[in-house]
């Protein structure tokens, strides 16, 4: 197995399927039943990828490098640590399902929407993978912007009628944090030509001699990039119009696998290459995250629109994630790579079905459902569990990865970690009241009642397990993330000594402040 | 004093020498061949020459003398002085020669385009006849055609490659009005919108005249420091003489008006968008690509060549236009509702973004290993920037309606939808412009970035990097525009209901007539697809050519 470059073969997979959905004739069904294929054929190279995985070594691995432009000192190169693999795993496995989720979607599109729909999907698959997997600097900066193409069609090319103004929307801000992240990448040449023959070798990074200064920069430059990705206060305000605007599997694609590009981008690049700024900012991210976190969910609250209600809690969500990220304890880095993966399965189970939901009502505003407990039980039943994970319940997923972040803000500082926990009370606000008035009370007749049909169903199973499984058992991921956790905490150089096995501890000892 | 007859190097010249030949060629076969034999005799004279010369600078690229130098007795540069020191046949010279040659193909594969027009081409039947007079008429029924655009184009594709080869001022000023008189006769030759193309022209003409007097008195000044018009000699001057300074940089000022007039920075943009849009399209792709590549090179050579040792002089002046010509560039093509304009802005904030690159020279000490040269950097960003402008360009030849070619946004919006794949090229030719990974776009801005921000220049790296985000947003709402504008129910409905207020219940619809495409001939086919390919090919594997240019190495002295 090791020889066969399996991670060329997971990127070319959905990239040749999006070629094939797109070039080859067939009508009706046919692009969508190509494309379900070739996703799942992708999701089978995932698997055999995952298993060909070495879970105790927290390095890169399954590398692949070959050269590619030889005066910017670009290679192809590829890889994957515990971090990648599990983002990797999350969008192959988010992928079949956003296809069959969206499979009557064209209804009310013309045409060929489905053929396009489907073919920049898997494109937008490819060239995400392609990130995860990228080990060179460049390699990744050029995919990470490249995804905004099909990114961008997809929002602006499906969905409600000011579309096209949420699609320019989002992509300026993305391209924007893009260029502004392309300064730092290059930078990060200069640095790297003066010491030597240039790389963008993210090995080869690590080795660089940056001085403190630059550093920081470079830093900025990065981080802003994945600020507006992931996204946080106050470069987040392209998410809601997003969200709101597009169809809810493209939303899935973008919150739940682009977006958290952003957050992989911090771990990966942020404390991988600028361990020093990284410690330097972090007062400021801290303060950035909170503010995303309470923020986020206040202004959850206040929403009308359930699509953008789940945009905004994804705002309050990702507040988490970068703040475990940066409090710089083990059990913060791996609470968040959890909850990168857990976020991903009940955002994505949200946004389908609250999907489901507007198709039978023909409306996306909250205070025009209301009464659908009785009549779809099912749906409402799910929708309550969904609900629930992003709140927080023990036993589900989310949980773990909530109280691991809680745990490590505590740990920080005790005022961050209580202001971070009022986040959870105002999940609980948002999502309760959401359901209350979407599915309680008296019957609202418009529309059509019918509960979620066995498609539906079966779309939204696997979401469901993911949820429950990794509340209970959430070992297989600590597994794989642990590694990684400790070979990135030893290179920023951060004094942790928390505790190894973090389930179910108190978690670890202030750190080092002097 | 005596007079010593320079010696050619007929071996290094013979491409440029090919290209002259075959315009005065293309002259005498104006004068003696009957009228309907000149279109074909005289493109296939043309495309001939203009290939034999691309054939002939790639064998004299391969075959330039190497000069050695440093240390390791590297390579450091290639080339000869030859013609008196007046032309200098190098590395740079021959891969601008490369890149003149390859795009002047192009474009006068969209001058030979007949079919958009139903057999005649986009020129004037005869330019001398006013516009709207019976004469006009006359020769469009008669369907005359001015096949002299052929051999005007070679005049200035000849002035073009002597240019970058240009080793003394004078000659550099010769070149630069043998390429310039040729374009402002073009571009007043349009067959549709005459009154604006000869506005056009007749702007050009003046402000490009005014320009070259400028250059001129430059010249007169610069000698008049240095006592030569020689590059080599000045910059010995530059680095013994510290008197006159005032005459240097007044000269320096002087020359770099008329060099920075051709490429179209700021202060001395103010033609470009009226040239672009009234100049036949044909004319705009092929002057865009070739000019700005020429007047790069001399500028360059000009530049690190003669005035290189005294760089703290021009670079904050450069610093300034630079920035400048981006800012103004990207904002003011936000408010554009016209292609050809926008395309003209667009190639001000390009022009920003490459005197970015010039501005990144370093000695050769300064350097890292392996590190990118401003000068491969700037040469890369021109082989990027020309295959998508040209592209461009062919395909607003073949976006028409009833009056010829459509170019305001009314006209093009949904184009995405009635022609998915012209509207799809021309969209990866605007994210190219704008910068996106995966085009030639990104590679160049990505190379020229680098070269400005090695040499220290941060703050115009920084500058350019807002103005790629300004003109992001221009592009993509024309991207916009083309795919999902005219598909939202409201819009439909106001449509249909402005129908009905209109037609009184008539179904005739009194929409503003939308553009379509045009089929065009194999031509313009031929330019859109290579060009296309040259685009993505650039984007994806640079290296090829980034090698080459590197291989090319300096300009010599």
Same mark, same amino acid.
């Given at each position: 197995m090791s020889d066969l470059p399996l991670l060329t073969i997971l990127i070319l997979v959905p990239l040749v399927g999006a070629l094939a959905v797109a070039f080859l004739p067939g009508a009706g069904d046919q692009p969508k039943r190509l494309g379900l294929l070739f996703s799942v054929l992708t999701l089978a190279v995932g698997v055999v990828l995952a298993a060909s995985y070495d879970v105790g070594d927290g390095g890169l691995q399954l590398t692949e490098t070959h050269e590619w432009i030889s005066a910017f000192g670009v290679h192809y190169a590829l890889g994957v640590d515990g971090l990648g693999l599990l983002m990797i795993l999350l969008t192959v496995a988010l992928v079949p399902i956003v296809l069959l989720a969206a499979w009557n979607d064209d209804e009310q599109s013309e045409g060929s929407g489905a053929?396009?729909?489907?073919?920049?999907?898997?494109?937008?698959?490819?060239?995400?993978?392609?990130?995860?997997?990228a080990t060179d600097v460049f390699l990744f900066y050029v995919v990470f912007e490249a995804t905004l193409v099909p990114a961008y069609f997809?929002?602006?090319?499906?969905?409600?009628?000011?579309?096209?103004?949420?699609?320019?929307?989002?992509?300026?801000?993305?391209?924007?944090?893009?260029?502004?992240?392309?300064?730092?990448?290059?930078?990060?040449?200069?640095?790297?030509?003066?010491?030597?023959?240039?790389?963008?070798?993210?090995t080869d990074l690590q080795q660089l001699d940056i001085s403190t200064e630059a550093g920081r920069w470079l830093f900025a430059g990065f981080f802003i990039a994945f600020a507006v990705k992931a996204p946080l206060f106050p470069l987040h305000t392209w998410l809601a119009d997003t969200t709101e605007q597009a169809t809810p599997p493209t939303s899935v694609l973008l919150v739940c696998v682009l977006d958290k590009i952003g957050t992989f981008g911090m771990l990966r690049f942020c404390l991988g290459l600028f361990p020093e700024a990284s410690e330097w900012a972090t007062p400021l991210v801290v303060v950035l995250a909170l503010i995303s976190i309470v923020y986020g969910a206040f202004v959850a609250i206040g929403q009308d629109d359930i699509l953008r209600l789940i945009g905004l809690t994804s705002l309050s969500h990702f507040g988490f994630i970068t703040l475990g990220i940066f409090v710089f304890t083990a059990q913060g880095a791996t609470g968040s790579i959890l909850y990168m993966v857990n976020h991903g399965i009940a955002t994505a189970a949200l946004f389908l079905l609250a999907g489901f939901l507007i198709r039978r009502r023909g409306t996306t505003l909250i205070s025009q459902m209301g009464g659908l407990e009785k009549k779809t039980p099912v749906l409402a039943g799910l929708f309550l569990v969904a609900g629930l994970a992003t709140v927080g319940l023990p036993g589900l997923s989310q949980f773990v990865s909530e109280i691991l972040v809680l745990i490590s803000a505590f740990d920080y500082r005790w005022y961050v970690g209580a202001v971070a926990v009022t986040g959870i009370v105002l999940s609980a606000v948002y999502m309760l009241?959401?359901?209350?008035?979407?599915?309680?009370?008296?019957? #609202?007749?418009?529309?059509?009642?019918?509960?979620? #049909?066995?498609?539906?169903?079966?779309?939204?199973?696997?979401?469901?397990?993911?949820?429950?499984?990794?509340?209970?058992?959430?070992?297989?991921?600590? +597994?794989?993330? #642990?590694?990684?956790?400790?070979?990135?905490?030893?290179?920023?150089?951060?004094? +942790?000594d928390g505790p190894d096995v973090p389930i179910g501890t108190t978690g670890g000892h202030e750190e080092s402040e002097d | 004093m005596e007079f010593d007859k320079p010696v050619l190097a007929y071996a290094e010249l013979w491409p440029?020498?090919?290209v002259f030949g075959v315009a005065v060629a293309g002259v005498l076969v104006e004068a003696f061949l009957a009228r309907e034999h000149r279109f074909r005799a005289q493109v296939a004279l043309t495309l001939l020459g203009l290939v034999v010369a691309l054939g002939g600078s790639i064998y004299v690229a391969s075959e330039l003398d190497t000069l050695r130098g440093g240390d390791s007795d590297e390579v450091v540069a290639r080339g000869t002085i030859t013609a008196g020191g007046t032309l200098v046949v190098d590395g740079p010279t021959v891969a601008l020669w490369i890149m003149t040659l390859v795009f002047a193909i192009g474009g006068l594969l969209l001058f030979a385009e007949r079919r958009l027009e139903g057999g005649l081409s986009a020129f004037a039947g005869q330019a001398a006849a006013l516009p709207g007079t019976e004469a006009e008429r006359e020769a469009s029924t008669k369907g005359l055609d001015h096949t002299e655009v052929y051999p005007l184009a070679m005049f200035a594709v000849g002035g073009m490659l002597l240019f970058p080869a240009a080793n003394d001022l004078l000659t550099m000023f010769v070149a630069l009005e043998v390429l310039s008189l040729p374009l402002y006769l073009l571009c007043?030759?349009?067959?549709?919108?005459?009154?604006?193309?000869?506005?056009?022209?007749?702007?050009?003409?003046?402000?490009?005249?005014?320009s070259s007097g400028f250059f001129l008195y430059g010249v007169a000044l610069i000698y008049g420091f240095a006592g030569t018009m020689n590059l080599a000699g000045i910059n010995e001057a530059v680095r013994n003489d510290s008197s006159n300074q005032a005459l240097l940089l007044i000269g320096m000022g002087m020359l770099a008006v008329g060099l920075l007039f051709k490429v179209g920075a700021v202060p001395f943009q103010s033609w470009t968008p009226d040239v672009y849009q009234g100049a036949p399209t044909a004319v705009t792709g092929f002057m865009a690509a070739c000019t700005k590549v020429a007047a790069f090179g001399a500028l360059l050579r000009l530049f690190y060549v003669a005035f290189g040792a005294d760089r703290w002089s021009w670079q904050p002046m450069l610093w300034i236009v630079a920035i400048l010509t981006m800012v103004v560039g990207a904002i003011v093509a936000c408010t554009q509702t016209d292609v050809k304009r926008l395309l003209a802005y667009s190639s001000i904030?390009?022009?920003?973004?490459?005197?970015?690159?010039?501005?990144?020279?370093? !000695? !050769?000490?300064?350097?890292?290993?392996?590190?990118?040269?401003?000068?491969? !950097?700037?040469?890369?960003?021109?082989?990027?920037?020309?295959?998508?402008?040209i592209g461009a360009f062919a395909i607003v030849t073949v976006v028409r309606d009833a009056g010829g070619e459509a170019t305001s946004f009314e006209k093009w919006t949904g184009l995405g939808k009635r022609a998915p794949l012209v509207a799809g090229v021309f969209g990866f030719f605007l994210l190219s412009m704008a910068g996106i990974p995966l085009t030639g776009g990104f590679m160049g801005k990505w190379a020229v970035f680098t070269v400005a921000l090695s040499a220290g220049a941060w703050p115009v790296v920084l500058v350019a990097i807002l103005s790629s985000i300004i003109s992001v947003f221009f592009y993509v709402r024309l991207i916009l525009l083309l795919f999902f504008r005219g598909e939202m129910p409201e819009e439909k409905e106001m449509a249909a209901a402005d129908a009905e207020d209109a037609g009184g219940g008539v179904a005739t619809a009194t929409r503003t007539e939308l553009a379509t495409v045009t089929t065009p001939s194999l031509a313009t086919t031929g330019v859109i697809a290579v060009t296309a390919a040259l685009t993505l090919?650039?984007?994806?594997?640079?290296?090829?050519?980034?090698?080459?240019?590197?291989? !090319?190495?300096?300009?010599i002295r």
């Open positions: 053929r396009r729909f489907v073919a920049w999907t898997l494109a937008l698959e490819a060239l995400s993978l392609t990130v995860f997997a997809l929002v602006g090319g499906f969905g409600r009628e000011k579309r096209s103004a949420a699609a320019l929307k989002f992509l300026m801000f993305q391209l924007g944090g893009g260029l502004v992240l392309l300064g730092s990448v290059i930078g990060l040449y200069v640095v790297s030509a003066q010491q030597g023959s240039p790389s963008y070798l993210y009241w959401a359901y209350q008035r979407m599915m309680t009370g008296p019957d #609202n007749p418009a529309g059509d009642t019918s509960d979620l #049909n066995r498609r539906e169903v079966l779309v939204l199973t696997p979401l469901m397990v993911g949820l429950v499984l990794f509340g209970f058992y959430p070992a297989p991921l600590l +597994d794989v993330s #642990n590694p990684t956790v400790y070979t990135l905490l030893d290179g920023t150089g951060v004094p +942790d | 440029m020498l090919v007043g030759l349009a067959r549709r919108r005459r009154l604006l193309s000869q506005e056009a022209a007749l702007k050009y003409f003046m402000l490009g005249a005014f904030a390009h022009t920003g973004f490459l005197l970015t690159g010039v501005l990144g020279v370093q !000695a !050769a000490t300064s350097l890292g290993e392996n590190e990118i040269t401003s000068l491969q !950097a700037v040469l890369f960003y021109l082989a990027t920037y020309g295959p998508a402008t090919l650039l984007g994806v594997m640079p290296g090829p050519v980034l090698d080459l240019l590197a291989d !090319a190495g300096q300009f």
